[in-house]
């Protein structure tokens, strides 16, 4: 270096310095850390349908003070049972958490006081919750009494209450009208100690009417503020023996009979639908979104006090006992599913799914008419002992982070449809959904109850079964064909919600295979060897055989293979198709094992825990069958 160059470096020295200074000046005029910063949006710039549920405790006592709780509260559960909210480590470890997209205002910002925080938020802050988890009627009809003040520091409110008119309702109505004192004394005791409203009590701020609704729909009361009134209304609910509920044109008669009333009288038309069923008519895609533009277009938030969905499937089935013969028998009444159409398959391999588990979110007309209109969804506890496996749903909960990958899809059936068939990883799928679904297809119907006990007897029997598990087996192997072509489209595909179903029904197929050779197996033994009963209770004897599923599977001996090898025209020898079912039982094991580990805590795993804990085998067992099943019985439509 050269030492003219000196004082040239010396003066772009001091140079650098004195712009670097007055930049780090400038940085720390335009950050003040005086500034307050309002956070105005987290993650997303409109509100998606997840909505945030809240676990809510039962209130058995009038409330004295009013604690306002806005139709948007955030909270940590989205099933139908309670439990602790999400934990720290799950916060951090979700990777939609990652990198939240804020946009910052530069304003001061106080904290409100105790007077403004009791202050109603605004119409119209959030798209209603599409579930709100609640331990009971009482928690979730304390939760309306906070709605119901909310809307009331605003408008006069008509509340409009329509009840399912099934008979599986009448022990819900009468916990309801236990209930109904409680909220309406709730509201007049905050009604006096709230300062906007304490001035206008004069004004009978909030009238209620109880309708009902099956196949048609009936109004038990004129609009009153009578307590004694409203629930003797409730006491006249019929049950309706149709076993139809018309429930979005029930819903779409009551707004056009009240609206103009409401109008003519400066009242808020509010709607509190309680079913336990999502209605026949949900499935109408174009009825249902007349209901929803009515209830958006009148400003009319809709509530649901309902069930949570059965996942990926339209029903569930509960008990009943006929009182003349005191026989149980398991009837079908509509529960989802909680999807536009149905994103799960529709067979067990056998016959149609009998299964209850649950969906984590509500059905899918009603929750879209709650989240659009500005309501809430209350998904009540699965308490229903006559429910099919009601035990499933006992300890389950599905926290909101572990579903908020998984969330349903809540806009317009046309929308999803035309969505769904845009990617070819999802028309796949529910191509074979329906390919495979035995209520379009009766041959994938394959009997497992009530085989006759004779030899004879039972190989006519089997004689139309075995032809129905030889072409099941068939089709799922082109079914197979469909997901492993579009697998490579599995790891691209961004709904988790699509790759678990993709995830499931694979590993689904791959059990059912083994199952229906199983099938095969078991029903071959069972005439080789025409086993003798082992029940022996002579005041029931055996009179049928059940086909059950069991852990333990039929292995062949060299006798039995022969006669199956020349029957189907097997070309593996017995020792090459034993190697084969080992590996195949191996596959199926490890694909539902992974379905569980890559989806925790969800449906998906909840099925494939299930799938596994029947196991792979098939075998027969000896019942009794009353023969009063054969005599004629008049079964509900609930």
Request: proline share 5%; with cysteine; hydrophobic share 35%.
């Amino acid at each position: 270096m050269k030492s003219r160059d000196l004082p040239a470096m010396g003066v772009s020295l001091i140079a650098h310095v004195l712009v670097l200074g007055a930049l780090y000046l400038f940085k720390l005029t335009v950050i003040d850390p005086t500034v307050q910063l309002d956070l105005e949006t987290v993650f997303e710039p409109e509100r998606t349908q997840e909505e945030f549920t809240k676990e809510l405790e039962i209130q058995t006592e009038v409330a004295q003070t009013f604690n306002t709780q806005p139709g948007g509260a955030v909270t940590g559960e989205i099933g139908a049972s309670t439990g602790p909210v999400v934990t720290t480590n799950k916060v951090e470890q979700a990777e939609t958490l990652e990198d939240p997209q804020v946009e910052v205002s530069l304003t001061e910002v106080t904290l409100p006081s105790d007077e403004i925080v009791g202050k109603d938020f605004g119409e119209g802050e959030v798209t209603g919750e599409s579930g709100a988890a609640v331990e009971g009627y009482g928690a979730a009809m304390s939760r309306m009494t906070n709605e119901l003040i909310r809307m009331m520091r605003k408008d006069k409110l008509l509340a409009v209450w329509l009840f399912d008119e099934s008979g599986s309702m009448k022990d819900d109505q009468k916990e309801i009208a236990r209930n109904f004192n409680e909220v309406y004394e709730e509201i007049g005791i905050l009604t006096k100690k709230d300062e906007e409203l304490k001035k206008r009590q004069s004004e009978e701020l909030i009238l209620t009417s109880i309708l009902s609704f099956g196949e048609t729909i009936h109004q038990h009361n004129k609009p009153t503020s009578d307590i004694e009134e409203i629930r003797n209304a409730i006491g006249q609910i019929p049950i309706d023996t149709s076993g139809k509920e018309n429930m979005c044109n029930s819903i779409n008669a009551t707004i056009d009979e009240f609206v103009g009333q409401a109008r003519q009288q400066r009242r808020r038309l509010v709607l509190i639908i309680v079913s336990d069923e999502s209605g026949d008519d949900g499935d109408n895609a174009q009825l249902l979104e007349t209901t929803v533009s009515k209830l958006k277009q009148g400003r009319i938030p809709a509530y649901f006090m309902g069930r949570e969905s059965m996942f990926g499937y339209p029903y569930a089935r509960v008990r009943w006992v006929d009182p003349k013969y005191n026989l149980p028998h398991w009837l079908q009444v509509r529960r989802g599913p909680e999807t536009p159409m149905v994103e799960c398959l529709q067979w067990d391999g056998l016959h149609s799914r009998w299964d209850t588990q649950p969906a984590g979110f509500g059905p899918y007309a009603q929750v879209r008419m709650a989240r659009e209109s500005g309501g809430i969804f209350f998904i009540l506890p699965g308490e229903e002992e006559d429910l099919v496996n009601a035990r499933q749903i006992e300890k389950r909960k599905y926290e909101f982070l572990d579903m908020k990958e998984y969330q349903p899809f809540l806009g317009a059936r046309r929308e999803y449809i035309e969505a769904r068939d845009r990617e070819d990883f999802r028309r796949v799928i529910f191509d074979v959904i329906e390919r495979l679904n035995p209520y379009i297809h009766k041959e994938l119907s394959i009997r497992e109850h009530w085989y006759p006990m004779s030899i004879p007897e039972f190989q006519s029997e089997a004689s139309k079964q075995v032809p129905k598990a030889v072409k099941s087996m068939g089709l799922i192997e082109q079914a197979l064909a469909m997901l492993d072509k579009i697998r490579p489209l599995r790891d691209t595909e961004p709904s988790m919600r699509w790759r678990a179903n993709y995830d499931l029904a694979y590993a689904q197929l791959v059990t059912f295979r083994i199952r229906l050779f199983q099938f095969l197996l078991a029903m071959d033994k069972h005439v080789a060897t025409n086993p003798e009963p082992k029940r022996k209770d002579p005041k029931t004897p055996s009179n049928a055989w059940n086909l059950t599923r069991v852990k333990k599977m039929i292995v062949p001996d060299q006798e039995q293979y022969d006669r199956l090898k020349g029957a189907f025209n097997l070309k593996m020898t017995r020792e090459e198709y034993l190697a084969d079912l080992e590996v195949k039982e191996k596959e199926a094991r490890n694909l539902l094992e992974q379905v569980a580990k890559t989806h925790p805590n969800t449906p998906w795993a909840g099925r494939a825990k299930y799938e596994l804990s029947v196991g792979f085998g098939m075998t027969f067992v000896d019942v009794h069958r009353s023969p009063n099943y054969d005599k004629p019985v008049q079964l509900p439509n609930l």
